[in-house]
T-cell receptor
Framework: EDQVTQSPEALRLQEGESSSLNCSYTVSGLRGLFWYRQDPGKGPEFLFT???AGEEKEKERLKATLTKKESFLHITAPKPEDSATYLC???????????FGKGTLLTVNP | NAGVTQTPKFQVLKTGQSMTLQCAQD?????MSWYRQDPGMGLRLIHYSVGAGITDQGEVPNGYNVSRSTTEDFPLRLLSAAPSQTSVYFC????????????FGDGTRLSIL
């Protein structure tokens, strides 16, 4: 069974204080790893897809990386508007479904 | 830029009542799916569809029905609501469902009394 574990569960940062969120996964035959951002009362908003180990993608202050066992979402010089829950999901094998982690709640204080 | 539209946004039901949650997308996506999100748990797949006329079960399908008569619409039916179905329901769509990001609606918040 596919498993996704995100850590930490919650993270508080000061504005400008860079950090990383972790997503560890156990799957058979990774097809893709997806990062989403979710704001309160909203649906998940797609950020990145990573397909193979060594791949990296960037968008503004966010950078996602992938190894064979985990993915990191690096946040450089975060701003208060980066505060949200960040979700990681994997798709594997012949499944269509996404298996989601429980998310990391990021709070960036001004 | 409508994307994925879900209605209603909020609903309160009594145990035993039935209702339909609506989902529509305007991106001509073949793949559509329904998830539920509960506190302390990740999003879990209820049902999905890879195209009009084709549906299949996800990991938590009991108590729910779906049909897909058009590419645009994918309604979720609660047959006889139970308190355990109190949750936030999200509809998502993607181009093919495989190796493609899924785009989510803003959810329906459902309470069963």
């Amino acid at each position: 069974e596919d498993q996704v574990t995100q850590s930490p569960e919650a993270l508080r940062l000061q504005e400008g204080e860079s950090s990383s969120l972790n997503c560890s996964y156990t799957v058979s035959g990774l097809r893709g790893l997806f990062w989403y951002r979710q704001d309160p009362g909203k649906g998940p908003e797609f950020l990145f897809t990573l397909y193979s180990a060594g791949e990296e993608k960037e968008k503004e202050r966010l950078k996602a990386t992938l190894t064979k066992k985990e993915s990191f979402l690096h946040i450089t010089a975060p701003k208060p508007e980066d505060s949200a829950t960040y979700l990681c999901a994997v798709q594997a094998g012949s499944n269509y479904k996404l298996t989601f982690g429980k998310g990391t709640l990021l709070t960036v204080n001004p | 830029n409508a994307g994925v539209t879900q209605t209603p946004k909020f609903q309160v039901l009594k145990t035993g009542q039935s209702m339909t949650l609506q989902c529509a997308q305007d991106m001509n996506h073949e793949y559509m799916s329904w998830y539920r999100q509960d506190p302390g748990m990740g999003l879990r797949l209820i049902h999905y569809s890879v195209g009009a006329g084709i549906t299949d079960q996800g990991e938590v399908p009991n108590g729910y029905n779906v049909s897909r008569s058009t590419t645009e619409d994918f309604p979720l039916r609660l047959l006889s609501a139970a308190p355990s179905q109190t949750s936030v329901y999200f509809c998502a769509s993607s181009l093919s469902g495989v190796r493609q990001p899924q785009h989510f609606g803003d959810g329906t918040r459902l309470s069963i009394l």
